[in-house]
């Protein structure tokens, strides 16, 4: 079954602007992590921003937010003031009780000067 | 600190022959994990050990992959023979399960992996 799901297989955004990515996941364990990780086109994954299923606030990282609505099942992805550099795929993913992350396809983030 | 250490970055092999990826964790962490990474199938999931034990390879897609992780500071997936279906980037994931921060994966740069 599709834990993590990421309907936007492609964004465009103006630089400086603001872009929300959408991300859903499917559990039952009430202990879950939710991570966003960004991988530009040189190939690397790089950590973005971590949300715990139990964190009461939205978690926050310099640009980035998660804003978590744990009722419905979803943990965008915030990027604020966007940059040129910020043009990659970004990765939803999901980490329950076995330690395993899962991820979702991916968002193509590409940003217009 | 130096983060998780991949070896080669790229490999082209010809089919049939042995491919050996290496993979160093980033000090202090206890779990590693190994992903291959396709368009056709995104970021899957191979093996992963916890305390140098491998604790699920359910995603090792058959018999000609292994893996090994000797101490916790160098892991091997091997692949033998190879086939140009296993042509993908391979990742090298660690994380410190049990000590906070959300068990956090950091990922190594990957090998690149074409097999003709």
């Known amino acids: 079954a599709q834990k993590i799901t990421q309907t936007q297989p492609g964004m465009f955004v103006q630089e400086k602007e603001a872009v929300t990515l959408d991300c859903t996941y499917d559990?039952?364990?009430?202990?879950?992590?939710l991570f966003w990780y960004k991988q530009p086109s040189s190939g690397e994954m790089i950590f973005l921003i971590y949300?715990?299923?139990?964190?009461?606030q939205n978690a926050t990282e310099g640009r980035y937010s998660l804003n978590f609505q744990k009722a419905r099942k979803s943990a965008n992805l915030v990027i604020s003031a966007s940059q040129l550099g910020d043009s990659a795929m970004y990765f939803c993913?999901?980490?329950?009780?076995?330690?395993?992350?899962?991820f979702g396809a991916g968002t193509t983030v590409t940003v217009r000067a | 600190d130096a983060g998780v250490i991949q070896s080669p970055r790229h490999e082209v092999t010809e089919m049939g022959q042995e491919v050996t990826l290496r993979c160093k964790p980033i000090?202090?962490?206890?779990?590693l994990f190994w992903y291959r990474q396709t368009m056709m199938r995104g970021l899957e999931l191979l093996i992963y050990?916890?305390?140098?034990?491998?604790?699920?390879d359910s995603g090792m897609p058959e018999d000609r992959f292994s893996a090994k992780m000797p101490n916790a500071s160098f892991s091997t997936l091997k692949i033998q023979p190879s086939e140009p279906r296993d042509s993908a980037v391979y990742f090298c994931a660690s994380s410190a399960i049990g000590q906070g921060q959300g068990e956090t994966q950091y990922f190594g740069p990957g090998t690149r992996l074409l097999v003709l």
């Open positions: 050990f916890n305390n140098n034990v491998p604790i699920d």
């Open positions: 993913a999901m980490r329950d009780d076995d330690y395993k992350l899962s």
């Open positions: 559990t039952s364990d009430p202990s879950y992590g």
């Open positions: 000090s202090g962490h206890n779990s």
């Open positions: 949300q715990g299923s139990y964190d009461q």
